[in-house]
């Protein structure tokens, strides 16, 4: 199976390129025909580094008969790149956020669906065995009603938030998602959040964020998101019901301690990697059709919470999602 990652430009693509290049019957090629010439983190010179096949333009790309593609690119070009997959009936995954605009998730919504092929949001949590047991059990009812919900996640600053966004862009859908999918896509009704940009220095960049949703069920949920200068923590989730409660942690810690060499503290999560069981699902899926995780509809109601969740923090009033 051919499958393509389209731009060196997310902190991921390599973490994607390196899995996609050692996985049994996947024929990797790639392309960033965006990078500057001669940048030694883009383009054909990762590429040589990878060991992978790059090609120049994106119309080579899709001209070889992909049958996936993985859109790492910078959010403003995923539109088009979705676009042009969805034309050459290549099924997508796509890194978070889809957009920024509603309207260009809609139409890159629009293109797959047009090319009988589904868009997937890269949200690896969603793809683990454990989510899905807890997925289930919910529905079969183990907690009773469901009531509540508290989620957190805290990353490392990436270096790229004045480009990338802030700790609300690049944490809270994690944790939506996650919401998402145990609502079998619940539509949100109200949104109220409050940030702070103490770490991140910038007026515009926030680096903590507390955001509560209340869906048309009434259930809600509040979510903790920000970055953090210890190791990653999250996604976790914890689902509140009327007669129990059920924990989801995408990260547990298995070991922890101290790194002399960095001065920093050191853990190692349990479980599979989640980018590697994601990946796995998404080739399984282009061949089988039995798919799992986020579609782009599911991202697009993320980014609805997203953008009401920074007008709230504006405004400091909660606002309600039509």
Request: negative net charge; proline residues 5%; hydrophobic residues 40%.
């Amino acid at each position: 199976m051919k499958v393509a990652v389209l731009s060196f430009a997310h902190e991921r693509a390599e973490t994607y390129v390196r899995l996609l290049r050692d996985m049994p019957g996947v024929d990797l090629v790639t392309a960033d025909p965006d990078g500057a010439a001669g940048d030694p983190v883009r383009g054909r010179a990762m590429a040589e580094r990878l060991g992978v096949s790059y090609v120049d333009s994106w119309d080579e790309v899709f001209a070889s008969g992909v049958e996936g593609v993985v859109v790492t690119s910078e959010v403003d070009r995923r539109r088009e790149l979705v676009d042009l997959a969805g034309e050459a009936e290549a099924f997508v995954l796509c890194e978070q956020p889809l957009a920024t605009k509603e309207a260009d998730v809609k139409a890159m919504v629009d293109a797959c669906d047009i090319g009988g092929v589904r868009l997937t949001v890269a949200s690896p949590a969603c793809f683990s065995g454990a989510f899905a047991a807890v997925r289930q059990g919910i529905a079969d009812g183990v907690v009773g009603t469901l009531t509540t919900v508290h989620g957190s996640y805290h990353s490392t600053p990436s270096g790229r938030g004045e480009v990338d966004g802030g700790a609300l862009a690049s944490n809270a859908p994690f944790l939506l998602d996650l919401v998402d999918a145990v609502l079998d896509g619940e539509p949100a009704e109200q949104v109220y959040a409050q940030t702070n940009n103490v770490l991140s220095g910038h007026p515009g960049v926030e680096s903590a964020a507390l955001v509560t949703v209340r869906y048309s069920s009434g259930m809600v949920a509040a979510i903790d998101c920000g970055w953090s200068l210890s190791p990653p923590n999250g996604p976790a989730v914890t689902f509140v019901g009327d007669r129990a409660s059920v924990e989801y942690d995408a990260s547990p810690r298995l070991l922890g301690g101290y790194d002399a060499a960095t001065g920093t503290a050191r853990w190692e999560p349990g479980g599979a990697d989640p980018y590697a069981v994601m990946l796995k699902d998404f080739v399984s899926a282009v061949d089988n059709g039995q798919w799992t995780g986020p579609d782009g509809a599911a991202g697009l109601r993320t980014l609805r919470i997203i953008q009401a969740a920074y007008e709230s923090a504006q405004t400091g009033q909660p606002v309600d999602i039509g």
